[in-house]
């Protein structure tokens, strides 16, 4: 036995085939880190890939929501345009009926006024000493007509200025919607007509002009230069996606060769240890 045991561990082929096992196993160590140190700047490229990926697909998912919002309030905008022109078209209508009626009741005033002059008159040309107290008596008639033509020229008089305040206030109404030329302040539809043009062209109109719908592609489009940014922007996207995916590609192949490194690692590892414990001269 224990010639047998000297001729085992003087093997030559023994240690030859141990050291080759460290040799391949060292080698195999070697080619496993650089595998890894691969991998690892793969995974690092694919991050930012992913980041960068991330990033421009919220922004395009805003940017693709603005756009939709800015068709909303453009429809909202223009359909509040129309009503406030049709408003302060109304409002300038009113504004000349009521002054047409001003006129009207100043028209009908001086008519009961030169009543109540006639009627003065005709009182003068009376005999004072005609008696007044019988209700059926011309005295008596005039005195009641009298008293009718002045509560009549009251009524208009507060039918006037009724009318007086509702044409100051039909012309309030007017200035706030359609300012007037020697006014500084814009009204509504001025405003609304400036919002619509800064919308659809990113610049404030004249303001002696109206706004003009603008087309792109043949297509109508609010923020006309927005929507170019919008196609720029989902490019960018859509390119940061590729990349991405590359990079996902580029880094799971990256991932093979380092499994792969390993595997042959760990089997040579496996195989040294078991080479180093079937030594016979090392069983104590």
Sequence with gaps: MANDTEKNCTNSSVQ???????????????????????????????????????GLKVMKDQVTETYRLGGVYYDELSRT??????????????????????????QHLDYTEDLMITLKEFND????????????????????????????????????????????????????????????????????????????????????????????????YPLAGFHKFKENVEGLAATAQEEMNKAKTARDAETVKRLAAQSKKESLEAAYKAALAARICEVK
């Excluded at 460290?22 to 496993?32: D, H, I, R, S």
């Design 16 to 54: 030859e085939y141990i050291a080759h096992l460290k040799g391949e196993m060292e080698k195999a160590l070697q080619v496993f880190a650089e595998a890894a140190a691969r991998e690892g700047q793969f995974n690092a490229k694919l991050d930012k890939a992913t980041i960068w990926a991330g």
């Design 125 to 220: 040309q009376i005999d004072p000493k005609l008696p007044r107290k019988n209700a059926n008596s011309i005295v008596a008639i005039l005195d009641e007509l009298k008293k009718a033509v002045d509560e009549a020229i009251e009524q208009v008089k507060v039918l006037v200025s009724t009318l007086m305040q509702q044409v100051q206030e039909e012309t309030d109404l007017f200035k706030a919607l359609i300012s007037a030329k020697d006014e500084d302040k814009d009204g509504l539809v001025s405003v609304l007509e400036i919002l619509k043009q800064i919308l659809l062209t990113g610049q404030s109109p004249d303001l002696c002009g109206c706004a003009k719908d603008m087309e792109v592609n043949g297509e109508q």
């Design 81 to 106: 345009l129309e009503q406030g022109k049709k408003v302060s078209t109304n409002a300038g209508r009113g504004m000349e009926a009521v002054r047409w009626l001003v006129y009207e009741t100043h």
